[in-house]
């Protein structure tokens, strides 16, 4: 069955309120990166967590990771119109160390101006 | 500009008419994949080539092949499209495969009547 799953399929929020979004795996990992995808465009990766880190941030990004429970979140603070994408996790599982990302099924964010 | 191009964009064939699919990256990394996304399923590896002449399966290779004769070109061949392979995909390359980054195409939307 399909590494990385999140949750919700689909968010909608107001201009200026926090999306978060969570991602679950099941094997053990290297790594998590979220990436966005703006409407049936390319991916474009956003920022990664290592096994071994629990939280890290980039602007206005914050991700968490918990190996014990196999989840991860992203959240968004501040959210402006223009971060309307999907979101998708992927994970760098450890026994195919960086030769492969497994996605999951991403989450659909609207950010309603 | 850095960038990974694929061609074509936008694809209507028939059922097994042979297409391929181009990808070539100007950054000269060593590792590109493919992957296509379907509703629902998020993005799936169809292929994946660690180096020049060295390419291995993804989670979905089935009536897909590949060729790596080059560094910079990483096509994907359909030998005889069928209609479960209308799909949009996606071709991605990083420096190596330690690196974790993976920098996306534009994407090839095919559609197989």
């Known amino acids: 069955s399909q590494q990385g799953e999140e949750d919700p399929q689909a968010l909608s929020i107001q201009e200026g309120e926090n999306a978060t979004m969570n991602c679950s795996y099941k094997?053990?990992?290297?790594?998590l990166q979220w990436y966005r995808q703006n409407s049936g465009r390319g991916l474009v990766h956003l920022i990664l967590?290592?096994?071994?880190?629990r939280e890290k941030h980039s602007g206005r990004l914050r991700v968490t990771l918990d190996t014990s429970k196999k989840s991860s979140s992203l959240l968004i603070t501040a959210s402006r119109a223009a971060d309307t994408a999907s979101y998708f996790c992927?994970?760098?599982?450890?026994?195919?160390?960086?030769?492969?990302?497994?996605f999951g099924e991403g989450t659909q964010l609207t950010v309603n101006p | 500009e850095a960038q990974v191009t694929q061609n074509p964009r936008y694809l209507i064939t028939v059922t097994g008419k042979k297409l391929t699919v181009t990808c070539s990256q100007n950054?000269?990394?060593?590792?590109m994949s493919w992957y296509r996304q379907d509703p629902g399923l998020g993005l799936r590896q169809i292929y994946y080539?660690?180096?020049?002449?060295?390419?291995d399966k993804g989670d979905v290779p089935e009536g897909y092949k590949v060729s790596r004769k080059e560094k910079r070109n990483f096509p994907l061949i359909l030998e005889s499209p069928s209609p479960n392979q209308t799909s949009l995909y996606f071709c991605?390359?990083?420096?190596?495969?330690?690196?974790?980054?993976?920098?996306f195409g534009p994407g090839t939307r095919l559609t197989v009547l």
């Open positions: 991605a390359s990083k420096p190596g495969h330690l690196y974790n980054e993976q920098f």
């Open positions: 094997t053990s990992i290297n790594n």
């Open positions: 967590i290592r096994s071994n880190e």
């Open positions: 992927a994970t760098d599982a450890r026994e195919t160390s960086g030769s492969r990302l497994t």
């Open positions: 950054m000269n990394h060593e590792y």
């Open positions: 080539s660690m180096n020049v002449e060295v390419t």
